[in-house]
């Protein structure tokens, strides 16, 4: 009996042993699965963290020319680096950040105070995506991090306002006027056909013994014809009458390639002479901020303030190899000259044609040029032409007076949009001495801007600055945006590198990285880690983590 209990207690303490050990086995089991999961998914943190250091690290390198002179930000740009070296200097940062044990250990069969975690192997790294500067999405992105467009739409509209008149019964009366002003010149222009060949008649006549007298009086009339006047306008041009021409930069502007693609135009944004500005403002205002421009004057916007501060114009004297950085926006012109030579034209066109408006509506001016216009047709026998040569004359007069207006802007200060009699600046008898000197000293008795570069109360007029934005306003939001590039690119070549391209600035990297570690129980660790990677038949687990970057 005795030896039955024993048999059976001892079979009993076998039993219970088994089954501890069972138990034993399996909680170790599950605890070394939760620590090599651990250890797996750990490895991913670690690996992120390590890749977002390299990133830091590489972009610290970032073209601080482009960032110091423009607030922009890029990496690579010069001497050609681009998307190659960005990643070989990734991968040299990435394989010290993973490094587990110092060099000096690298080699150690047996390193004694170190010990690596992770283990891991067949480290890659391929950059999936790379993004540059030039692409219109990160180059808004950061365009938005220093720009404040809260009040921009008020602000436009207000310059829109101060351009269209003060209530809507005036500005119908402008465009009707403008209406009857560009018949005026098709009438004008066919009487300039009649009078050039009465002229090819009487030289004729002279020459085949016609009398000297009237060649004679001829000669001292041109000395009091106010329409002279053009004759020197068209042969000297405005740049000689409104500003020291011989000051002015001729630098030639290379364009980037990608610049150089016609794109399609708006149809508002056509015919973009100062005339055709003007009448837009005046006949489309309403349309074009319900339908073309509002689609894209929130990015206009944003790129003209940005450009307002870091580009130079002729009153802002910044950049100093694109002085004329804005008026280059403006008209597209590569040479510097041309460019602002161009604004210059468009805003000579848009006050003649205001001036015009005025002179010819009032009452004393009237009378005036229709005493000169009759006298004039009396000496040419051609009576019925009297109203055009009046015409004709007035419109002398607001030339001259827009000659004014020029002059005033490019000295900084602020004309009137529309004029009165108070100020309006040329008298009727200054007419046939109009000239430089005349003109400057006229332009002192506008108001001087405030400020050259911010809109603030137009009610004392619109300075040189105000004028830029709407001529801005009406090119196309790609223009403006490679325009833009243009300058920035060849600024800095001149004044630092002139490898420098813009087009291969990076600001946004999207980088794969593959890595594997081995798996010290795959059976139960496998379940936990799938999802995240592929374990291999030799229990080694292969990762893949990705890692994206951007400049904010």
């Known amino acids: 009996m005795m030896r039955s209990l024993c048999r059976e207690n001892g079979m009993e303490d076998g039993s219970i042993t088994v089954f501890m050990t069972f138990i034993f086995l399996l909680l170790f089991t599950l605890t070394g699965a939760a620590l090599d999961s651990a250890r797996c998914f750990g490895s991913g943190g670690y690996v992120t963290t390590s890749a977002y250091g390299a990133d830091v690290a590489v972009y610290g390198e970032y073209n601080r020319e482009l960032f110091t002179e423009y607030g922009l930000f890029g990496y690579g740009g010069c001497n050609g680096k681009g998307g190659g070296d960005w990643l070989e200097r990734y991968e040299e940062i990435l394989s010290d950040n993973l490094r587990e044990r110092p060099v000096s250990q690298e080699k150690s069969i047996l390193p004694g105070r170190y010990a690596s975690i992770y283990q891991m192997?067949?480290?890659?790294?391929?950059?999936?995506?790379?993004?540059?500067?030039?692409?219109?999405?990160?180059?808004?992105?950061?365009?938005?991090?220093?720009?404040?467009?809260?009040?921009?739409?008020?602000?436009?509209?207000?310059?829109?306002?101060?351009?269209?008149?003060?209530?809507?019964?005036?500005?119908?009366?402008?465009?009707?006027?403008?209406?009857?002003?560009?018949?005026?010149?098709?009438?004008?222009?066919?009487?300039?056909?009649?009078?050039?060949?009465?002229?090819?008649?009487?030289?004729?006549?002279?020459?085949?013994?016609?009398?000297?007298?009237?060649?004679?009086?001829?000669?001292?009339?041109?000395?009091?014809?106010?329409?002279?006047?053009?004759?020197?306008?068209?042969?000297?041009?405005?740049?000689?009458?409104?500003?020291?021409?011989?000051?002015?930069?001729?630098?030639?502007?290379?364009?980037?390639?990608?610049?150089?693609?016609?794109?399609?135009?708006?149809?508002?944004?056509?015919?973009?002479?100062?005339?055709?500005?003007?009448?837009?403002?005046?006949?489309?205002?309403?349309?074009?901020?319900?339908?073309?421009?509002?689609?894209?004057?929130?990015?206009?916007?944003?790129?003209?303030?940005?450009?307002?501060?870091k580009l130079g114009s002729y009153i802002s004297h910044q950049g100093e190899a694109v002085p004329y950085g804005l008026e280059y926006l403006v008209s597209g012109k590569s040479s510097q000259k041309d460019a602002f030579a161009s604004v210059v034209s468009r805003l000579f066109t848009m006050r003649a044609l205001i001036n015009f408006l005025y002179v010819e509506k009032d009452p004393i001016l009237l009378s005036q040029s229709l005493e000169t216009a009759t006298a004039l047709a009396a000496t040419l026998m051609a009576e019925a032409f009297i109203p055009v040569i009046q015409h004709g004359i007035l419109l002398v007069l607001?030339?001259?007076?827009?000659?004014?207006?020029?002059?005033?802007?490019?000295?900084?200060?602020?004309?009137?949009?529309?004029?009165?009699?108070?100020?309006?600046?040329?008298?009727?008898?200054?007419?046939?001495?109009?000239?430089?000197?005349?003109?400057?000293?006229?332009?002192?008795?506008?108001?001087?801007?405030?400020?050259?570069?911010?809109?603030?109360?137009?009610?004392?007029?619109?300075?040189?600055?105000?004028?830029?934005?709407?001529?801005?306003?009406?090119?196309?939001?790609?223009?403006?945006?490679?325009?833009?590039?243009?300058?920035?690119?060849?600024?800095?070549r001149e004044q630092f590198n002139q490898t420098f391209s813009i087009d291969k600035c990076i600001c946004s990297t999207r980088v794969e990285i593959t890595y594997s570690i081995p798996v010290l129980l795959s059976g139960l660790a496998g379940g936990l880690v799938s999802e995240r990677g592929k374990i291999s038949r030799n229990g080694t687990l292969q990762r893949r983590i990705c890692v994206v970057y951007e400049y904010t």
């Open 121 to 309: 192997s067949a480290i890659s790294t391929q950059l999936e995506e790379v993004h540059y500067l030039t692409e219109e999405k990160y180059f808004r992105k950061q365009l938005r991090q220093w720009i404040t467009t809260e009040g921009l739409r008020d602000m436009t509209k207000s310059l829109l306002g101060q351009v269209r008149g003060t209530d809507r019964g005036q500005r119908e009366g402008l465009l009707d006027d403008m209406e009857q002003n560009d018949r005026l010149q098709k009438a004008k222009e066919s009487s300039d056909t009649k009078q050039a060949d009465q002229g090819e008649e009487k030289s004729g006549a002279d020459a085949d013994g016609g009398t000297d007298t009237r060649q004679n009086k001829g000669g001292n009339r041109n000395k009091e014809n106010p329409l002279e006047f053009v004759k020197e306008l068209m042969r000297d041009g405005v740049l000689s009458l409104v500003c020291d021409e011989t000051a002015l930069c001729e630098r030639q502007l290379e364009a980037r390639e990608a610049s150089a693609v016609e794109n399609e135009e708006l149809e508002w944004t056509k015919g973009k002479s100062g005339t055709g500005i003007l009448k837009k403002f005046l006949a489309q205002s309403d349309s074009m901020w319900n339908d073309e421009m509002l689609d894209d004057q929130k990015k206009k916007g944003e790129l003209i303030v940005y450009a307002m501060d």
């Open 398 to 492: 607001a030339m001259e007076e827009a000659c004014v207006d020029v002059t005033a802007l490019l000295l900084g200060r602020r004309v009137p949009v529309l004029k009165n009699q108070s100020s309006f600046q040329m008298k009727y008898v200054q007419i046939c001495t109009a000239g430089k000197a005349l003109f400057r000293a006229k332009a002192q008795n506008y108001p001087k801007a405030e400020s050259a570069t911010q809109l603030t109360d137009m009610r004392s007029g619109l300075g040189y600055m105000q004028y830029l934005w709407l001529m801005l306003l009406m090119n196309t939001w790609e223009d403006l945006y490679q325009r833009t590039l243009d300058v920035i690119q060849f600024d800095l």
